[in-house]
């Protein structure tokens, strides 16, 4: 398993990427690609399924990154034909932080009608009752995975297709799901009727592919052609691409926080760029917050696109104030406790002969539990900062997101807790700014910011406001935002 890198308890994680190929010989290779290329949106493990018509379904599903398991001819060998599907994953529901094995997708299941893979992304927020009903009707799971409630209800779906039988399936799944399947002949896409995490359809040569993101497409060849629609399932063989839309209609609300965060910033996402976005973020903060200040530093990566949007409005110069270290790998041990915030230095550095006696303004994406924003600040402040000044690009994180995402529970979310100025005490720093949702609506696109009585977006780890009742948690005692929060 790859090792816990210094932010593993700062950041909010995307849980899975998904890809699939039909129409490409040796498709498990480009869905290996394809899954590098997504690797940020899951580490943990990773696993293909590929169909060959002489040797059937085979699948790898192997702990780490892509690049260490599905680089090895022999392992490739072993995953011929010309469709396969793959996922990579954080961790799901289930097993989080200690993936087993069998958890890891895509899962297969055997039909009267031929055998079917599934990779989901997304979170299933009524997957305790499913599993529950389907227990007491004599299905048997093999994983604590909410995703195999799906390879259940198809079980016991009476559709006479596996598309019709997936469909069935899906109408009794409530929560956030981006799936892509394959059957012997057919690759599947589908996205929940809230079109909560993306999808994308692309072409390359005779074949076609569903991924997650369009960054993996582009390191295929392939051509971007459009977005899978919410609510919209596609089956594509060789005669072309067939689109049907079984939900019921719903209006879309995508994660606001794959703008902000989990996406790459090469890929597009609802015909933006995701960098333009976050530039255009930064553009906002310093509308919303300027701060006299002599340097603008990015807290590497994610926050670079933010830093060089705020910078461009404020005036204020940009640059590389902190140093990220490409090559953190395993975890060292500690030779003295002298070290202080050694996980973070292992990962970042601050550029001491440009910061030294600077008014800093750091931009990072997002504020979780505040631990990493305190060891950075002190960095900066012991390389002799003169003052340091925060601004977030995204609003502050007070929800915990149940459509999955991984975030700690909701009693550990510093701005859960605490107010904006309380979290600038407990950071003790100079000043603490977020962007407004409003500003953060208006980055990605929506000219008059957030419309209160029907958001474009999904941004229930700001606001509260979940567009899909999180059954499973409330089951669990969880409280939804009160009237007078
Ligand atoms: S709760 Fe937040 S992270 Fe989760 S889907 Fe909504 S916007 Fe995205």
Not at 68 to 75: A, G, I, K, M
Not at 105 to 120: N, T, V
Not at 232 to 258: L, T, W, Y
Not at 312 to 337: C, D, K, L, V
Request: net charge negative; proline share 6%; hydrophobic share 40%.
């Amino acid at each position: 398993m790859p090792p816990a890198h210094p932010f593993d308890d700062d950041k909010l994680k995307e849980e899975c990427g998904i890809f699939g190929v039909i129409g490409l010989s040796d498709a498990a290779n480009f869905v290996a690609l394809g899954l590098h290329a997504l690797q940020h949106r899951g580490q943990e493990a990773g696993g293909i399924v590929a169909h060959d018509p002489e040797q059937g379904f085979n699948s790898v599903r192997r702990f780490g990154y892509v690049r260490d398991n599905f680089t090895d001819e022999s392992v490739m060998q072993t995953l011929p034909g010309a469709l396969a599907i793959g996922h990579v994953r954080y961790s799901t529901a289930g097993s989080k932080g200690q993936t087993a094995i069998r958890d890891v997708q895509p899962f297969f299941g055997e039909f009267s009608m031929g055998g079917a893979a599934i990779a989901h992304n997304g979170n299933i927020t009524n997957a305790n009752s499913l599993r529950r009903e389907l227990i007491d009707r004599g299905s048997i799971f093999q994983s604590s995975s909410d995703s195999e409630c799906i390879i259940h209800l198809m079980a016991r779906s009476m559709g006479r297709s596996i598309p019709d039988r997936m469909e069935e399936a899906l109408r009794k799944v409530e929560g956030a799901f981006s799936v892509v399947a394959m059957t012997r002949t057919k690759l599947i896409g589908v996205r929940d009727p809230l079109g909560v995490r993306p999808l994308v359809l692309g072409q390359v040569g005779d074949g076609w592919v569903l991924s997650s993101e369009t960054c993996a497409l582009d390191i295929i060849g392939a051509r971007f052609i459009r977005e899978i629609e919410p609510g919209e399932m596609v089956v594509i063989n060789d005669k072309g691409v067939q689109s049907h839309f079984p939900f019921r209609p719903a209006k879309s609300r995508f994660c606001i926080f794959e703008h902000v965060y989990f996406s790459r910033p090469d890929s597009i996402l609802g015909g933006r760029s995701v960098y333009e976005t976050r530039r255009q973020i930064g553009v906002e903060l310093a509308k919303e917050a300027p701060v006299d200040a002599d340097l603008v530093c990015p807290v590497p990566d994610s926050g670079t696109p933010a830093a060089i949007g705020f910078s461009q409005e404020s005036g204020i110069p940009y640059a590389m104030g902190i140093i990220r270290n490409q090559y953190m790998g395993r975890t060292f041990i500690e030779p003295t406790e002298q070290i202080r915030n050694m996980g973070v230095r292992l990962k970042l550095n601050v550029n001491r002969a440009l910061i030294e006696g600077k008014r800093v303004i750091l931009v990072d994406d997002s504020v979780v539990r505040g631990t990493t924003s305190r060891k950075i600040k002190e960095m900066i402040l012991d390389a002799g900062a003169a003052e340091v000044h925060f601004r977030i690009a995204s609003p502050p994180t007070a929800w915990p997101c149940f459509y999955g995402v991984d975030t700690p529970q909701r009693e550990k979310l510093l701005a859960a807790t605490m107010s904006e100025e309380e979290m600038r005490n407990h950071l003790a720093v100079d000043s603490l700014r977020f962007i407004s949702l409003d500003g953060l609506y208006r980055a990605v696109g929506e000219a008059g910011g957030r419309d209160p009585k029907a958001p474009a977006y999904c941004d229930a780890c700001f606001s509260g406001e979940y567009p899909v009742e999180p059954a499973d948690m409330l089951e669990q005692g969880f409280q939804l935002k009160t009237a007078a929060e």
